[in-house]
């Protein structure tokens, strides 16, 4: 079977699933209210349906999608199964720079918490780069460990940042830590979307050399792929769109664990195909998640990072057993 | 296919010696050499030089009339194949798929592998007697399994040079043979060029047209199997002790 057939048909079948998830999502509520009412030109269903319900399912959408692809990216260009930008930490250095400017009013500058997140991302994703080219890729544990000690000390900044500030509320720092997708306005899902599409496509042009890194430096090298190239911006890009992401809505860890790895269960193990279903199926799967979050107890609202983590672990499990036998 | 290497001298960042001494050969004609030398003696990095994983510190190398460094890196990689010594026994992709990725040079930015290239990576999977490997991982497979895949992976990509790092190393007797075979097949018809590096002299001297040996990082000798396998050579560049006694127009070196 070819691998551009396994693509356009798992496009087909995930953005079914997407496009049903986001409609289910956008219908279900506290409110019961129908989209023939809203089409009827029923105020009070247009407003809650379109103006707060489906900014709130589009940013998960696009949140989901940014998430799994930078995932997806991250496995491929490391050779560990375990990359996810959360485990990395690239997203607790995200939420670390966003976290930050909010304390020192830096938020109400306009893009301040989303350069404050990219530089975060980017500052964390160095580090791990750093520890990973000492040791290679040998040892996937180390460079899990590295991110587990990585999130620890950008939990604790973000707890600190916001201890220091006077009559501050850590609630905030929740928001950070466990992400939430509550109140979006439409700005936050044109920055996430816009950082979907442009990572996507820049990724995707270069996925025929990326592909090649899973056998390693020097073979891609001989093959007439430009590694250092490639690896630097595939990574640039993977980190400034989970930037996006977090900037909007916190951290919201595994997806890009669960999402890449289920494609590669279902489809081949190709980054060409791995890159865009991933892509789709973190869309979708936020879009749930999300759902889940706001209409499993209502009217309280669970905090989505939470449930992603149960989703999450124990895939990590699984895949931290195979990794290291 | 020609290849010219002037003076090629490399040195490893921060490393206090060079690993490639001043190397010049020529090769004009489809060929089948050996390069030969002991540990550390600066074979593999040769070969990194001429795959162009590592570019020369001085000295150039010359493809076809062109510095490599001035070729197209995936024009480069279509003429040239290059299995390296170590490859990741970690990859989990089923070794058609694999060899498959050996096509790549040809793709274009979004093209995807026609059924030509399919069965161009089907073919060089039968040459190294992988068929009935198609479907199996290769984190799932023995290292001599392992190496027949990759080697099928440079063939699928039809080089005009082949450059293999220990091709020999995993491969158990019967396959070695096999593997001896289909070499003379590629230089004899169909005139292709292939450098190899290995640690059996009498494996390489049985169907070498050329040896290259080198010490300490400098070439010392280049000639035929029957012009090199001398007691004084192989003492002065292996530090062994051993006897070449002649047995059907061959040389065998033979450890006292």
Same mark, same amino acid.
């Given at each position: 079977?070819?691998?551009?057939?396994?693509?356009?048909?798992?496009?087909?079948?995930?953005?079914?699933?997407?496009?049903?998830?986001?409609?289910?999502?956008?219908?279900?509520?506290?409110?019961?209210?129908?989209?023939?009412?809203?089409?009827?030109?029923?105020?009070?269903?247009?407003?809650?349906?379109?103006?707060?319900?489906?900014?709130?399912?589009?940013?998960?959408?696009?949140?989901?999608?940014?998430?799994?692809?930078?995932?997806?990216?991250?496995?491929?260009?490391?050779?560990? %199964?375990?990359?996810?930008?959360?485990?990395?930490?690239?997203?607790?250095?995200?939420?670390?720079?966003?976290?930050?400017?909010?304390?020192?009013?830096?938020?109400?500058?306009?893009?301040?918490?989303?350069?404050?997140?990219?530089?975060?991302?980017?500052?964390?994703?160095?580090?791990?780069?750093?520890?990973?080219?000492?040791?290679?890729?040998?040892?996937?544990?180390?460079?899990?460990?590295?991110?587990?000690?990585?999130? +620890?000390?950008?939990?604790?900044?973000?707890? *600190?940042?916001?201890?220091?500030?006077?009559?501050?509320? *850590?609630?905030?720092?929740?928001?950070?830590?466990?992400?939430?997708?509550?109140? %979006?306005?439409?700005?936050?899902?044109?920055?996430?979307?816009?950082?979907?599409?442009?990572?996507?496509?820049?990724?995707?042009?270069?996925?025929?050399?990326?592909?090649?890194?899973?056998?390693?430096?020097?073979?891609?090298?001989?093959?007439?792929?430009?590694?250092?190239?490639?690896?630097?911006?595939?990574?640039?890009? +993977?980190?400034?769109?989970?930037?996006? +992401?977090?900037?909007?809505?916190?951290?919201?860890?595994?997806?890009?664990?669960?999402?890449?790895?289920?494609?590669?269960?279902?489809?081949?193990?190709?980054?060409?195909?791995? *890159? %865009?279903?991933?892509?789709?199926?973190?869309?979708?799967?936020?879009?749930?998640?999300? *759902?889940?979050?706001?209409?499993?107890?209502? %009217?309280?609202?669970?905090?989505?990072? +939470?449930?992603?983590?149960?989703?999450?672990?124990?895939?990590?499990?699984?895949?931290?057993?195979?990794?290291?036998? | $296919?020609?290849?010219?290497?002037?003076?090629?001298?490399?040195?490893?960042?921060?490393?206090?010696?060079?690993?490639?001494?001043?190397?010049?050969?020529?090769?004009?004609?489809?060929?089948?050499?050996?390069?030969?030398?002991?540990?550390?003696?600066?074979?593999?990095?040769? $070969?990194?030089?001429?795959?162009?994983?590592?570019?020369?510190?001085?000295?150039?190398?010359?493809?076809?009339?062109?510095?490599?460094?001035?070729?197209?890196?995936?024009?480069?990689?279509?003429?040239?194949?290059?299995?390296?010594?170590?490859?990741?026994?970690?990859?989990? $992709?089923?070794?058609?798929?694999?060899?498959?990725?050996?096509?790549?040079?040809?793709?274009?930015?979004?093209?995807?592998?026609?059924?030509?290239?399919?069965?161009?990576?089907?073919?060089?999977?039968?040459?190294?007697?992988?068929?009935?490997?198609?479907?199996?991982?290769?984190?799932? $497979?023995?290292?001599?399994?392992?190496?027949?895949?990759?080697?099928?992976?440079?063939?699928?990509?039809?080089?005009?040079?082949?450059?293999?790092?220990?091709?020999?190393?995993?491969?158990?007797?019967?396959?070695?043979?096999?593997?001896?075979?289909?070499?003379?097949?590629?230089?004899?018809?169909?005139?292709?060029?292939?450098?190899?590096?290995?640690?059996?002299?009498?494996?390489?001297?049985?169907?070498?047209?050329?040896?290259?040996?080198?010490?300490?990082?400098?070439?010392?000798?280049?000639?035929?199997?029957?012009?090199?396998?001398?007691?004084?050579?192989?003492?002065?560049?292996?530090?062994?002790?051993?006897?070449?006694?002649?047995?059907?127009?061959?040389?065998?070196?033979?450890?006292?």
């Amino acid at each position: 079977m070819s691998a551009r057939r396994d693509l356009v048909r798992g496009i087909a079948v995930l953005s079914l699933i997407l496009v049903l998830s986001i409609l289910f999502a956008v219908s279900e509520g506290a409110v019961g209210v129908s989209f023939i009412e809203a089409l009827r030109g029923d105020q009070r269903a247009r407003m809650i349906l379109f103006d707060l319900r489906l900014p709130r399912v589009l940013l998960a959408a696009a949140v989901g999608a940014v998430l799994a692809s930078a995932g997806a990216t991250f496995q491929t260009l490391l050779r560990n %199964p375990l990359a996810d930008p959360f485990i990395l930490g690239v997203s607790g250095g995200a939420a670390c720079g966003a976290a930050i400017a909010t304390v020192i009013g830096a938020g109400r500058l306009p893009g301040g918490v989303p350069i404050a997140a990219f530089s975060g991302a980017l500052g964390a994703t160095l580090l791990v780069l750093a520890i990973a080219r000492r040791h290679a890729s040998v040892d996937p544990t180390r460079l899990i460990l590295a991110g587990l000690v990585l999130n +620890a000390f950008f939990s604790a900044l973000i707890l *600190l940042a916001l201890s220091m500030v006077r009559g501050s509320d *850590l609630t905030v720092a929740l928001h950070w830590m466990m992400g939430s997708l509550a109140n %979006p306005t439409w700005a936050d899902v044109l920055l996430v979307g816009l950082a979907a599409v442009i990572s996507l496509a820049i990724c995707a042009s270069m996925a025929g050399d990326i592909r090649l890194l899973v056998f390693g430096e020097e073979d891609a090298k001989s093959r007439g792929v430009s590694t250092e190239k490639v690896r630097v911006i595939a990574f640039l890009v +993977a980190s400034l769109a989970t930037g996006a +992401a977090v900037a909007t809505s916190g951290i919201i860890g595994f997806v890009g664990l669960i999402v890449p790895h289920a494609v590669r269960m279902i489809w081949k193990r190709d980054y060409r195909l791995l *890159l %865009p279903l991933s892509a789709i199926g973190g869309a979708a799967l936020v879009v749930l998640a999300d *759902l889940a979050a706001r209409a499993l107890i209502p %009217p309280s609202e669970l905090p989505l990072g +939470a449930l992603t983590a149960m989703l999450g672990v124990p895939f990590f499990l699984v895949l931290l057993r195979r990794a290291t036998r | $296919m020609s290849i010219e290497l002037h003076s090629v001298t490399y040195r490893y960042p921060g490393a206090p010696s060079v690993a490639v001494d001043g190397v010049s050969f020529r090769i004009a004609k489809p060929e089948l050499i050996a390069i030969c030398g002991a540990n550390g003696s600066g074979k593999s990095t040769l $070969m990194k030089l001429l795959s162009r994983v590592l570019e020369p510190s001085d000295g150039t190398i010359v493809m076809e009339g062109r510095e490599i460094g001035a070729w197209d890196p995936r024009d480069y990689a279509r003429k040239v194949g290059y299995l390296p010594q170590e490859t990741d026994p970690l990859v989990p $992709m089923r070794a058609i798929d694999a060899v498959i990725t050996g096509r790549a040079p040809y793709l274009g930015r979004f093209s995807w592998e026609s059924p030509q290239d399919i069965e161009l990576a089907r073919l060089a999977l039968a040459r190294c007697d992988a068929s009935g490997l198609a479907d199996r991982h290769l984190d799932e $497979m023995s290292g001599g399994e392992r190496k027949r895949v990759h080697l099928a992976r440079v063939l699928a990509g039809q080089p005009q040079a082949i450059l293999l790092d220990e091709p020999l190393a995993a491969l158990d007797l019967a396959h070695a043979q096999q593997l001896a075979r289909l070499l003379r097949v590629l230089v004899e018809e169909e005139k292709r060029t292939v450098i190899l590096i290995s640690h059996d002299l009498n494996w390489s001297a049985a169907i070498a047209d050329r040896m290259l040996v080198l010490r300490e990082a400098r070439l010392t000798a280049d000639g035929s199997p029957s012009a090199i396998l001398t007691p004084e050579l192989i003492h002065a560049n292996f530090g062994l002790e051993a006897d070449v006694i002649e047995r059907n127009g061959r040389r065998w070196v033979l450890p006292r």
